[in-house]
């Protein structure tokens, strides 16, 4: 499966390098019932449509909210109202989770590639194909794309982000250290020397691998030392894990030393991260691209980015980020509502303000060959390595069936065991195999 999503991914990331060159906690509750209450509303009654988004007020929110309110002021029937999930992409599922269990689901939402597979086999599911001018919406975007969004020839959400990991280096931390900012890191080992500069020579930290509440950005550390799936389909069609093999392991336990030797903290949770690099205790981080606009907002001294980097051994290589529109709405009035909102959002003018103001990257030609993003790249410079890197991403790994959930549950509790010393790689991957084996294999 991730063999066919990363030859995918490939096709649509080398179509947006030509074309350039050419030019992981439960939501909160509204007052109103949940999305999919049946929608039949008075005469002078709009239909509420409820969004699940993920967009926080430094990744995109006015954005969402901006598009929102054009879409509500443009017609009279249908009102959309966002609401903003704080517990990152996995909270987002689990919440949706629960709001299933109990009949309810919001409307429209929000859905990391990485929960595509999962998503489609545990909740309502429209086609986007089987809806008024899907077909022909569709073409607007990468071919490739609309592919990953795809299960079993049913295209269960429209993209709407593209992502991948960059590095972010504190100007005036690593100018200090000694550190010369024209000439940055290309491997992990001089990712490590400059973490300990400056842990040493400042009153910083010197690294942190973002660790939101998914595994994304630790698939990508594996993924730099070799390991470039974390499970693997046996010939007689069982499923294995691989995340506990030498590179897996070689991986896990690089960023294990560094923390261990003070030149760096682990620090869970996005927001944790994101407030220690901007308030200037951090001097390197790595992280998603899509948190660069909301750096520019947040930080008040210069950073500079980088592309990520691999052991010097192995192709640099990461797996793709970003989301999905979902509609998870079962009365047919809101889905009508929910597909209208959905193209609205995703018109260049909102997507194109979506990217402006995240650092995502379009999956829309239309919007990444426009005039408008061409100027938007030669002023925010921080955001064209994650531009010039899409050659080298890949598909992200998803578990298979029922098993997804809780095993990249289970991968950030490895995650932090190892990164907090309570457990050696060897030992917490190895245990972590054994259960995933068994997951993957009663789903």
């Given at each position: 499966m991730k063999n066919l999503r990363k030859t995918l991914v490939v096709l649509l990331v080398l179509a947006m390098v030509l074309s350039i060159c050419a030019c992981g906690q439960k939501a909160e509750t509204p007052s109103a019932p949940a999305g999919d209450a049946p929608a039949e509303a008075k005469s002078n009654e709009k239909i509420t449509i409820e969004f699940w988004h993920r967009a926080s007020a430094d990744q995109g929110l006015g954005a969402i909210e901006s598009a929102a309110e054009a879409f509500n002021n443009s017609q009279d029937r249908f009102v959309v109202k966002p609401v903003?999930?704080?517990?990152?992409?996995?909270?987002?599922?689990?919440?949706?989770?629960?709001?299933?269990?109990?009949?309810?689901?919001?409307?429209?939402?929000?859905?990391?590639?990485?929960w595509t597979d999962y998503f489609a086999n545990n909740f309502p599911v429209t086609d986007i194909k089987t809806l008024e001018n899907g077909p022909e919406y569709l073409k607007e975007f990468e071919e490739s794309i609309v592919e990953v969004a795809t299960v079993n020839d049913t295209v269960v959400g429209l993209p709407f982000a593209l992502s991948?990991?960059?590095?972010?280096?504190n100007v005036e931390l690593c100018t200090a250290a000694g550190l010369d900012v024209n000439n940055l890191p290309t491997t992990w080992d001089e990712v490590a020397e400059w973490a300990h500069a400056i842990a040493e020579k400042t009153d910083a930290e010197g690294f942190c691998l973002?660790?939101?509440?998914?595994?994304?950005?630790d698939e990508y550390l594996l993924d730099s030392f070799g390991c470039t799936s974390l499970f693997e389909v046996n010939?007689?069609?069982?499923y294995a894990a691989t995340f506990n093999n030498e590179d897996g392991v070689k991986a896990l336990s690089f960023v294990a030393d560094l923390y261990k030797r003070g030149d760096g903290i682990y620090l869970a949770g996005a927001d944790a991260l994101k407030e220690a690099f901007a308030s200037g205790k951090l001097g390197i981080t790595c992280a998603t691209c899509s948190w660069?606009?909301?750096?520019?907002?947040?930080?008040?001294?210069?950073?500079?980015?980088?592309?990520?980097?691999?052991?010097?051994?192995?192709?640099?290589t990461a797996p793709a980020g970003g989301a999905m529109l979902c509609i998870t709405a079962t009365d047919p009035d809101q889905i009508e509502g929910a597909w209208e909102f959905m193209q609205f959002l995703t018109a260049d003018e909102y997507l194109l303000q979506w990217c402006e103001t995240t650092g995502y990257l379009p999956a829309k030609p239309s919007?990444?060959?426009?005039?408008?993003?061409?100027?938007?790249?030669?002023?925010?410079?921080y955001i064209v390595p994650a531009v010039n890197f899409v050659p080298n991403i890949s598909a992200p790994s998803l578990f298979p069936g029922e098993s997804n959930l809780t095993i990249q549950a289970k991968l950030c509790d490895m995650r932090d065991a190892i990164y907090t010393g309570q457990k050696d790689a060897v030992t917490a991957t190895n245990e972590l195999a054994k259960e995933a084996n068994i997951l993957m294999n009663e789903s």
């Open positions: 903003y999930n704080s517990g990152e992409y996995r909270g987002l599922i689990q919440s949706l989770v629960a709001e299933a269990a109990s009949g309810n689901t919001p409307a429209i939402a929000q859905i990391a590639w990485a991948t990991p960059i590095f972010y280096y973002a660790a939101p509440q998914d595994f994304w950005g010939s007689n069609g069982t660069s606009a909301g750096f520019t907002q947040t930080c008040d001294f210069e950073f500079v980015t980088t592309s990520v980097v691999s052991d010097g051994v192995h192709a640099v919007v990444r060959n426009s005039a408008e993003y061409a100027a938007y790249l030669a002023e925010k410079p």
